[in-house]
């Protein structure tokens, strides 16, 4: 349905302030909000904006769990593979499954926007709404995906007991030594190292461009941001150097599972604002998020 011709027009006549495009949308309502999901095309491009906005959106897994309620399954190990002489069997999988509980947190926001542009037939309002949704939404969920609680968010990187693993305690408690990147990079296994990458805030980043070998070779490989050859990408809602801080996430970060309960749906409110000749629009996206393999990634915590 919400791949038609018909629910596209009806949806963004609906968005320009039009009351009579209901039937229209009928199969493209959220009874849960009141609001109305984006035509495909529209979601599409609403997720590349926001693949731009969150880092976790390029370097995470997303799957979709659409249905109420429920539970994902994972592999606590890597598929195993082995050489199997001719008319033998296979031997049994050692593997063993983890089943995590599916939450449906719920992201919204608002924006507002002039009744003039709405009039106004050569302003885009698609890219406007699919902008703003996502620069919002994408900096509500990158900082929840590194330091959500649980309650009424996803668990985060940095969670006590649902995050990743203590690699590496620094020996300062406002300083990060050359070795102490070291032995964090060699403290995740291997299998995790080829796909990893280094996570971190700018003042971090500023602290380790200044690390130098005992040949007085930098660290930190300016011609392409990487450190012992692995990306570095900048997030500020990592915390920062400081005592007891968790200050650096190094590891393989499509174990972190997005998981998609619903997509984004807009609900257009015209009487509230309209003594100020504005249209609000609020947006809603249910959505969870779990490590699924906390030793795939490893984290440098500052000293307490």
Known sequence: MKTSTTYNRAFWNLVRGSSDQHNDLREGSDFQTGAYFLPNE??????????KENLFRRIATTINATTKGGSIIASDACTAADWIPENSPIPDAEQLFKQYRVQEHKL???????????QDTAFDIESYLTNEFARSFGKKEEWAFINGNGVNQPYGILHPTNGAEIGVTTSAVDGISFDEIIKLFFNL???YRNRAAWIMNDETALALRKLKDASGNYLWRSTDDTI???PVLISNFMPSPASGNKAIAFGDFSYYWIVERQNLSIRPIKEK???TDQIAYIGFEFLDGCLIRPEAIKLLQMSA
């Open 273 to 275: 604002y309209y003594v």
């Open 189 to 191: 296994e291997s299998e």
């Open 228 to 230: 012992l050859g692995k």
């Open 42 to 51: 529209s979601t599409s491009r609403f997720l590349a904006a926001l693949s």
């Open 108 to 118: 919204a926001g608002i924006t507002l926007l002039q009744n003039d542009f709405l």
